[in-house]
């Protein structure tokens, strides 16, 4: 059982960087950037209130978005950050999503509006995205 | 002849077109129906030119058909025709807000989620699929309906198809499924659900003939085969809605056993008998054989092209009598009935095409950041249509086809 170190990133606020997506577990996905990153990619998302429930989607570096991080099979970048508050208790961990693969790493209803109407990503992005479709940065 | 273009000013996320009315998805989470003849014959045109005008953007069934053969046989009547295409061509057609505004009939807020994944118009019913779900709506064509759209399913949906009033679901890693649309008859104790065609990863899903293609870039695609409804005087067209509602997939058949090799890593769509896999720098289309036509084979090759490698890899694909359109990460490439390539460069926002309705099959839709770019292509009146590789055949009659003008 991997141990999972949770950091206080304000007060009632923690996050944690899971070591099976750092790891080389075949079965997940893994970030390509830093642990300090990985956390300025999650308080950012979670100060712009991209949050709905118990999920939250980022992007790194903020208005320039790259690749964070390579899906599961390791020949695809990813650049979308999906983090999960599993028990609600305000504890969070966080890996790089496949919409591709998995119909739910793509954004919700609520964060989509969001980043089109802000431009978070252009809409053309945010399209393919939702569709399981190639997306390139 | 050559292809025409309205451009609309202004920043949109996608567009239908059906029964004489432009249904345009705004941005700002609007949507906005506008009265599409009145526009087009709005456009300050001259009269010499409106003829190519009706024929591009109202009535694409003008020019097809047998009764016009021994006319355009007539290199005089063809050079004639071309030459009204031409002079439109030069004309700015250019639609800014205010001349939208002119022409819309109605404007509200969209009874379906913001920025929906994928719409569809099928008897005078909106589809549109979201991440939370599948929602239709009647739409009068006259007014945005106040009430939110009804759901019929929750499930992250990324795309749809529709045949018979079944429809088609493209439910990511959930997997390909049916539904039965807004208008089947349900009976008094039913409620609309989903049945699970196939579990493999589906992104997008196509109806070729009365089977499913279900395609995913990562895994590639599958066809669920259904044997069609048998026509007869005695049965109504609720009664085959109902039989192929309640049948069972006879055969789930691997893309690598259509193609005869791998289709992961492709993208594929189809839609009546074509089959078109864009893979590694070539597309590749099949025609997809009919249960009584089968010896050995379950498809037959038909042709294949090169694609150029600065427009990327592809994203996404459909069919229209005109062609068979491939997204790619740079461009979007039209294979014309004709054999010529046009390509756009860019990356849109949406496209689409309307291969099923009567009066619009010549057109494609592009939304981009700041404008949509209406197309219309002009070509496919000439091309025959029994032996054109690449888009559907004008003239080929199948039920359920067609179900908009």
Known sequence: ?137 | MQTLKITIRGSFWDTQLYKDVLYVFELDGAVRLVNWPALVEGLPVPDRCRLAMECSFLRSDYLYGNKWDRLFQDQEIQALLASKFSAALHLPLEVDGQMLDQFTVDRDDSPFPYAPNDTLFYKDHLYAVSQSGVYSQFMSGETVPRNRADRSWEAAVSGLDVNLDVLALAAGDEGLFRSPSATYDLGVSLQPHAEQVSQQLCNDCSYVRSSILSSAHETGATLAEFRAPKRSSERSEEDRSREFWEAKPLSVIKGDDLFQENTAGSFCWGSRDRICMAKDGVLTVIKYLPFNDRRRNLTKPVREIPLHSWKGSPVSGDNAVFGAILELDNALVVVRSDDQVDTFRGEPVNWRVFPRSKHFTNQLHVVYEDRIEILSFNHDYFVDQKTKSFGEPHNEPWSGRTWGT
């Open chain 1, 1 to 137: 059982m991997a141990i999972v170190n949770f950091k206080k990133i304000k007060t009632g606020l923690y996050y944690a960087c899971h070591p099976h997506h750092r790891n080389g577990n075949g079965n997940k996905s893994q970030w390509t950037i830093s642990k300090p990153a990985e956390i300025s990619c999650f308080t950012h998302a979670h100060a712009q209130a991209w949050v709905d429930g118990t999920r939250a989607f980022g992007i790194f570096p903020i208005g320039n978005p790259d690749y964070l991080g390579v899906a599961q099979e390791r020949h695809r970048q990813l650049f979308l950050a999906r983090f999960e508050d599993g028990n609600g208790n305000q504890r969070w961990h966080g890996y790089p999503a496949d919409p591709q693969k998995k119909a739910g790493d793509r954004l919700s209803e609520v964060i989509k509006e969001k980043w089109i109407r802000t431009n978070v990503l252009p809409p053309a992005k945010v399209r393919k995205l939702q569709r399981g479709e190639p997306c390139r940065l």
